[in-house]
């Protein structure tokens, strides 16, 4: 038997083009028989020749598998989805569609229009708060001996321990306010914040506090004006910080400085800073360094004041804290607009005295809703820059990183450039035109990737920019061809709609604008659906609502209406279900959705999917669903299935970031504690697009799917990919019959991108199948039936190394360590002294939590320290016009065979492998690990000489001759010894 086998294995050899192909036979009989018989004795005497013998996988069999499971599954996904009478509804509509071409030029004009327009309004809600202050600094005498009670809001609502109001507390009726991100608040008061290392009963802040009340009708009176305003603010010089509305959990942080070489006070001053989310600093030689940098102040001021200029000023962006565990990260960021506030006195004019900056805050969430999702396509996208070139909203801007459970803001999250995340504009014309403030538009070809990073897509963008008057910043749209070129239009009664809008299986999101519900306090506790219903019945008719948008929610709820009894009927045909169909669900251009769950909670494998927590899943302000963008890249009808990758490895922290950003700090610990004692993620998501054509035109209406469980697609191959023991196999070359559930064989189903959804090892479900058989992916990308493709992420954090320290430097002398230290102090101590401000002494930055130095991160290991990086990482896809392949990998000892069949209308391959020959050795794993990218000297310093472009302000403030310039201070200010100066700078001559 063994023989037999052997030679009949030796019937088949490999060809020239990697596939099997048979030998021709030549010669006499006698001839062949000899050689038979001397084949097999060398067969029995060198077992190392088995090289030579392969099995022979049967190319039609694995055909017919494939074919089989693609009309199985096919027909399972449409069932239970409806799609082909989703599809069929569309169709009957299509002739009373009016479908429009997107003017890309204009819609960028019109929501910069807009977005001027609202920052306008809150640039003369502070304009209106620098001339209250200013007035009332002007008839507001000093009184050194003023005795004023103001309310300090670290107190309000706090007693002792009698029972009594602590002095400066009191009681005040605090309401949770959903405008206020759903903090307790008065929108009756303003409060005084001030700082604990502050006297609180200071002369200074007694009389600044009692000259500011009068700002208190004016913060009332804006918010009425504009009741989309958010926090105001006027900050003194003295220190102290007035707060509208009235909230006691605003964050502050305190900077503190011990002055002096006395030490006795150092820890109190320390544990000061520690607990206030600050940072603690000791300067031994010189003196008051806020009360004199405050000079440096006045005097930069004096232009100002005697020229009554008043610039406006926009910050960077910056974290809001609040927003931070409930927000996707690119909805994350904010910024503020302020003005200076400067003393009117003649006395004091050509002094420049300023009083403090006032200013209000705008979350970047609420500008970026002007830029309707309905209006950009499935892959379209809004973004704005600064005149730097850095990102205030993006959606793959990622600010925060995972270390361990905790997220928190990487290093450079408020200046990360355009240019680092869109790279493809090597050449940075698209950055430079906008920070140059100009309008245009261009066309780019990128490589984008969606589901965490993991897999890649290729569109043509077409960007569209403007810049946004009065502001620094400039606005970009992109629209995908194919996708956001078109838009369309139907036309169905309110009364129709009506009715079907408010079916229970149907939602629409929240995040989107529908109806403006910050206007009136009364409509802030509406969801956007209900203020819709109560819009179009008549009810709240003072709603502002965006009719376009209605219209087409009204339209996308008729046309899929029908889909609401389909799903019914299949649930309740009990008897006719499959077992593991667990959700199915739709979703239209409008931001409409259905879904029916075909299993109870209790019994559903994917508990989450479609909850408010799954926002992958859901349309948002900054993406559509991801089974719909999936889908959108699929031809229309044909069903595309994946994994969902709720886990992300170490290397894409960030990413993992991102959807936890979206759960509370709870629900990431729950969550991880679940994955650790069972397995998640074995489900299976079908999808396929729905489309409108008109003429020549397409537009894609919406996607449908189902939701499944792997276990029911993994029953169904396994029953196909087993030939029973009586097939014919006469006319078979090869293994016969095949079963896959043999040992002689692997057998897997795979998607586009390379990641397994069925195996027989269950554990490889949702890995990439490079790291489970390196040789044949190896063979297959050499092959071209899938491809390499590098993606950059320029926004990653990195694992520190050795090699982040050059070992050569401090070879040249043991002095250069201090010299090198003592030049490192100075400098930046002369940096703090030019650049600090008393906006440090009120500033919320909830992310700079001072440590005591018992637990400074020094004392980590160097390798658990994590760093801003740039990596490469790779991503595969599927290259459709190869169907079919086989071939014979030769790997030492044995040759391994396999056979793939891309299977019919669908994104699937299916692989039968060999599965006695191991090639691991040959041909190591494949991973998708990203490498950090490496400079070298060179590169760095070319990076470091080649500046980007940025756009300076338009105003300047040099100098004016009414300035009383005797007014310079004075040697007694800032005393320095001129042999320490002098030995400084000769360190800093040493070491440069």
């Known amino acids: 038997m063994q023989i037999a086998a052997a030679a009949g294995m030796n019937r088949w050899s490999r060809g020239n083009t990697g596939n099997v192909r048979k030998p021709e036979r030549s010669g006499p009989h006698h001839r062949g028989r000899l050689m038979m018989m001397l084949l097999w004795i060398i067969l029995f005497s060198s077992p190392c020749l088995m090289v030579e013998g392969q099995m022979k996988i049967p190319p039609e069999t694995v055909q017919q598998w494939a074919i089989s499971f693609s009309k199985d599954i096919a027909a399972l996904s449409a069932r239970y989805s409806g799609a082909k009478l989703l599809q069929k509804k569309y169709k009957d509509v299509e002739s009373v569609v009016k479908m429009e071409e997107v003017d890309g030029e204009e819609l960028v004009k019109t929501f910069a229009e807009e977005m001027e327009e609202m920052l306008g309004r809150k640039m003369k809600s502070v304009k209106r708060l620098a001339e209250a202050a200013e007035d009332a600094d002007l008839y507001h005498e000093y009184n ?33 306010n959903e405008h206020f991100n759903k903090l307790p608040v008065n929108t009756q008061l303003s409060n005084i914040q001030v700082p604990t290392n502050v006297y609180n009963k200071d002369t200074d802040i007694l009389n600044g506090a009692y000259m500011s009340e009068a700002l208190n009708d004016v913060f009332i009176d804006n918010f009425k004006k504009d009741p989309t305003l958010t926090w105001q603010y006027f900050g003194s010089s003295t220190g102290f910080f007035r707060l509208y509305p009235d909230n006691v959990d605003w964050t502050v942080r305190v900077f503190t400085y011990l002055i002096g070489r006395e030490m006795t006070f150092a820890d109190n001053t320390k544990w000061i800073a520690c607990n206030n989310k600050g940072y603690y600093t000791h300067i031994s030689t010189l003196a008051d360094v806020q009360e004199n940098v405050m000079e440096y102040l006045h005097v930069l001021s004096r232009p100002m004041v005697i020229n009554h200029d008043h610039d406006i000023i926009w910050t960077e962006a910056y974290m809001d804290s609040v927003l931070f565990n409930t927000q996707a990260q690119s909805l994350l960021l904010m910024t503020s607009v302020a003005m200076p506030v400067f003393s009117k006195k003649e006395e004091t004019l050509s002094h420049g005295i300023l009083l403090g900056v006032v200013g209000t805050d705008v979350a970047l969430r609420e500008l970026m809703k002007m830029a309707p999702r ?166 709240e008719p003072e709603l502002e609502c965006d009719m376009q948008l209605i219209q087409q929610t009204l339209f996308d709820a008729v046309v899929t209406a029908p889909m609401e009894a389909y799903w019914t009927a299949l649930m309740l045909n009990t008897s006719g279900m499959d077992e593991g169909v667990e959700t199915a669900f739709l979703g239209t251009r409008s931001g409409l959705m259905r879904f029916q769950r075909y299993t109870g ?36 009808g044909q069903f595309l299935y994946y994994m969902p990758r709720k886990e ?85 070359e090869g293994i016969c019959p095949l079963r896959c559930d043999s040992i002689d064989i692997e057998c897997y189903v795979i998607d586009n991108n390379g990641f397994v959804l069925i195996s027989k090892q269950r554990n490889d479900a949702g890995r990439f199948f490079g790291e489970i058989d390196g040789s044949v992916m190896t063979t297959l990308i050499r092959m071209g039936m899938f491809k390499r493709v590098s993606l950059f992420d320029y926004q990653a954090m990195c694992k520190m190394s050795s090699h982040s320290v050059s070992s050569a430097r401090p070879l040249l002398s043991p002095f250069y360590g201090l010299a090198s230290a003592l030049k490192w102090f100075l400098s930046n101590f002369l940096l703090f002294l030019l650049e600090f401000n008393i906006c440090g002494l009120w500033h919320t930055e909830p992310f700079a939590d001072a440590k005591p130095s018992f637990t400074s991160s020094s004392h980590k290991k160097k390798g658990d320290i994590l760093q801003p990086c740039d990596t490469e990482y790779p991503s595969f896809v599927y290259e459709p016009s190869v169907k079919e392949t086989n071939s014979i990998i030769k790997c030492g000892r044995c040759q391994k065979m396999f056979v793939v069949q891309q299977i019919p209308n669908s994104n699937l391959l299916m692989l039968v492998v060999q599965a006695d020959c191991d090639c691991s050795r040959q041909h190591p794993p494949i991973n998708m690990n990203p490498k950090e990218v490496r400079y070298n000297a060179s590169v760095k310093c070319d990076r470091m000489r080649s500046q980007k472009i940025r756009r300076r302000p338009e105003s300047c403030h040099a100098y004016h001759p009414q300035e009383n310039a005797n007014d310079c201070g004075g040697a007694s200010v800032i005393s320095l010894s001129a042999s320490l100066f002098l030995f400084c700078l000769s360190f800093s001559a040493l070491v440069s």
């Open 648 to 732: 992300t490895r170490d290397v894409f922290r960030d990413y993992e970031a991102d959807y936890s950003a979206t759960l509370s700090a709870e629900e990431v610990e729950r969550e991880a504690e679940e994955g650790g004692r069972k397995q998640t993620g074995r489900i299976v998501i079908a999808t396929t697009a729905i489309t409108v054509t008109v003429g020549k035109r397409t537009a894609i209406a919406g996607a449908i799917g189902v939701q499944m469980t792997l276990e029911l697609m993994e029953s169904r191959f396994w029953a196909i990919a087993a030939q029973p023991n009586d097939t014919d196999c006469s006319n078979v």
């Open 144 to 176: 050194a001996t003023l005795e004023f009670d103001y309310y300090n809001s670290l107190l309000i609502n706090m007693v002792d321990e009698d029972g009594n109001s602590l002095p400066l507390g009191g009681d005040f009726a605090l309401e949770k």
């Open 374 to 539: 309905y209006k950009l396509g499935v892959h379209g996208y809004a973004y704005l820059i600064t005149n730097n070139g850095y990102i205030l909203s993006h959606p793959d801007l990622r600010p925060l990183y995972k270390e361990g459970k905790k997220l928190k803001p990487k290093p450079n999250y408020n200046s990360v450039d355009l240019s680092e995340v869109e790279w493809e504009d090597t050449e940075e014309k698209l950055r430079t035109a906008m920070v140059k403030g100009e309008n245009g538009a261009m066309s780019l070809d990128v490589r984008t990737s969606v589901d965490k990073g993991t897999r890649v897509m290729f569109l043509k963008n077409d960007y569209f920019y403007t810049v946004i008057n009065e502001t620094p910043f400039s606005l970009g749209i992109v629209l995908t061809r194919g996708h956001g070129e078109f838009i369309f239009f139907g036309n169905v009664s309110v009364e129709e709609g009506l009715h079907d809008l408010q079916a229970p299986d149907l939602t629409i999101p929240d995040e989107w604008t529908y109806c403006e519900l910050d206007i009136d306090p009364g409509h802030r506790k509406l969801d956007q659906l209900q203020a819709v219903v109560r819009f179009l019945m008549g009810k």
């Open 601 to 636: 909670i209790e019994k559903r494998l994917a508990k989450s999917f479609l909850t408010a927590s799954d926002k992958e899943n859901m349309f948002t302000l900054d993406h559509f669903p991801v089974w719909y963008r999936r889908a959108a890249e699929n031809p229309a």
